[in-house]
C-alpha cells in the first residue's frame, strides 16, 4: 500500500539527491548490468561466428515447429477414396467400351485398304472415341486422388467442367430446335434404310428400332422402295419385299426364325399386308416413344450432370486440401 499511496519525496534546492540506482528504479540501466550486456554481445558475436550447417538446420527446424500445421480431416480422407474408386470404375467401363469399339472394328474389317477410307463415318468410331476420351478422363482423376496430384485434378477438374457446360449447351440447342428434330430422325431411318445390306451397324440399329417398335420403314412400310435390293425393279429374290423385322410374327411355331417372311409385301394393299406386316412407320413410334419418357429422359439427364458437378465439387475440395497440406507441410 506505502508503494501506491506514498506521497512522493520533494526535493529542495539545498537537499542533496540520491543517485545510487537500486531496484525502486528499474529504467535506469545498472552499472553491473552494462558489463554483463557487454559480455552477452561478445558471446552472441562468438556464437554467430560458429554457426555452421547444423545450426542452421536447427533454426529452419524450430520455424517450421512454430509454423501451424494443417491436418486432414476424416473429410477429406473420404472425399480422396471416395473419388478415387468412382474414376476407378468409370475407367473399367471406359475401357470396356473402348473394346467393344475396337472389336467392331476387328470383325468388320474396317482397317482393311478398301474400307479404311470409309472408316471416318462408321459408327463403331464414335464407340472407340468415347471409351477413349472416358479412360483418359477418369484415369487422371483416379491417380490424381490417389497420388494427390495437384496437376491431374486440376487437369480432371477443367475437363468435367468443360463437359458439363457442353452438355448445358447441347441441351439448350435440342430445346430450341426441337421443332427440327423429326427432320433430322427421318434424314437418319432413310440413310440407314438406304445402306441397310451394305454397314451392319446401321443394318443393326434399324432392326432394333424396327423390333422394339414394332413399325416397318420410316413414313411406312413403302419406304424401302429406297434400297436397291428391295426395289420392285431390283433382279434378285427380295424385290417389293421388307426386312424380317417388320413381319408381325417373324418366328414359325414360335422357334425358327423366318427372313423370308416380309418377301412382296409391298406388292399387298394395306388391308393384305397388316395381317403380315406392321403398316405404321417408325417415325412416329419414335415420337411417341419419347412423348411417353420424356420424365424419365429429363431425370437421367438431370442426374448426369448433377452427378458430373458433385464430382466436381469433390475434386476441387480435394485439391483445396491437398494444397493446403503442402504448403504447411
Same mark, same amino acid.
Given at each position: ?5 506514498? #506521497? ?22 545498472? &552499472? ?12 552472441? $558475436? ?14 529452419? +527446424? ?6 501451424? @500445421?494443417? +491436418? *486432414? ?16 470404375? !468409370? ?35 464414335? #464407340? ?15 491417380? /490424381? ?13 477443367? $475437363? ?18 426441337? =421443332? ?5 430422325? +427421318? ?15 446401321? +443394318?443393326?440399329? &434399324? ?8 413399325? %416397318?420403314?420410316? =413414313?411406312? *412400310? ?17 424385290? %417389293?419385299?421388307?426386312? &424380317? $423385322? ?14 423370308? %417372311? ?15 406386316? !406392321? ?5 412416329? /413410334? ?11 429422359? /429429363? ?11 458433385? $464430382? ?12 493446403? @497440406?503442402?504448403?504447411?507441410?
Amino acid at each position: 500500500m506505502r508503494r501506491y499511496l506514498g #506521497l512522493k519525496r520533494i526535493f529542495l534546492p539545498w537537499s542533496r539527491r540520491d543517485t545510487t540506482q537500486n531496484e525502486s528504479s528499474p529504467l535506469i540501466p545498472k &552499472a553491473s548490468s552494462a558489463k554483463e550486456d557487454d559480455e552477452e554481445r561478445n558471446n552472441v $558475436t562468438t556464437e554467430s561466428r560458429q554457426v555452421g550447417p547444423d545450426n542452421r538446420q536447427d533454426d529452419s +527446424r524450430v520455424l517450421i515447429s512454430n509454423q501451424p @500445421h494443417y +491436418r *486432414y480431416s476424416f473429410t477429406d480422407y473420404f472425399l480422396k477414396y471416395f473419388l478415387f474408386l468412382c474414376n476407378l470404375v !468409370f475407367t473399367v467401363l471406359g475401357l470396356v467400351v473402348l473394346g467393344l469399339g475396337m472389336w467392331g472394328l476387328i470383325s468388320k474389317e474396317s482397317f482393311a485398304q478398301e474400307k479404311i477410307g470409309s472408316i471416318g463415318t462408321d459408327p463403331m468410331l464414335i #464407340l472407340v472415341s468415347l471409351g477413349f476420351v472416358l479412360t483418359l478422363l477418369c484415369l487422371s482423376g483416379c491417380l /490424381g486422388a490417389l497420388r494427390e496430384n495437384c496437376s491431374l485434378l486440376k487437369l480432371f477438374s477443367a $475437363t468435367v467442367l468443360a463437359l458439363i457446360t457442353a452438355q448445358v449447351l447441347a441441351g439448350i440447342v435440342a430445346y430450341s430446335l426441337q =421443332d427440327q428434330v423429326g427432320s433430322y430422325l +427421318r434424314s437418319g431411318m432413310l440413310a440407314a434404310m438406304v445402306h441397310y445390306q451394305d454397314d451392319l451397324d446401321l +443394318r443393326f440399329i &434399324a432392326d432394333e428400332i424396327q423390333t422394339n417398335l414394332q413399325c %416397318c420403314g420410316a =413414313d411406312n *412400310y413403302r419406304d424401302w422402295e429406297l434400297n436397291i435390293y428391295y426395289n420392285c425393279s431390283a433382279p434378285g429374290v427380295l424385290a %417389293c419385299g421388307v426386312p &424380317a $423385322t417388320c413381319c408381325v410374327d417373324p418366328l414359325e411355331n414360335g422357334t425358327v426364325w423366318n427372313s423370308q %417372311c416380309g418377301l412382296g409385301a409391298q406388292l399387298l394393299d394395306e388391308f393384305s399386308a397388316q395381317s403380315v406386316i !406392321f403398316l405404321g412407320g417408325c417415325l412416329g /413410334g419414335m415420337s411417341r416413344w419419347i412423348e411417353q419418357h420424356e420424365g424419365l429422359i /429429363g431425370t437421367v439427364g438431370i442426374v448426369v450432370i448433377g452427378v458430373q458437378i458433385l $464430382t466436381l465439387f469433390i475434386s476441387t475440395r480435394l485439391l483445396e486440401s491437398i494444397q493446403w @497440406h503442402k504448403m504447411y507441410m
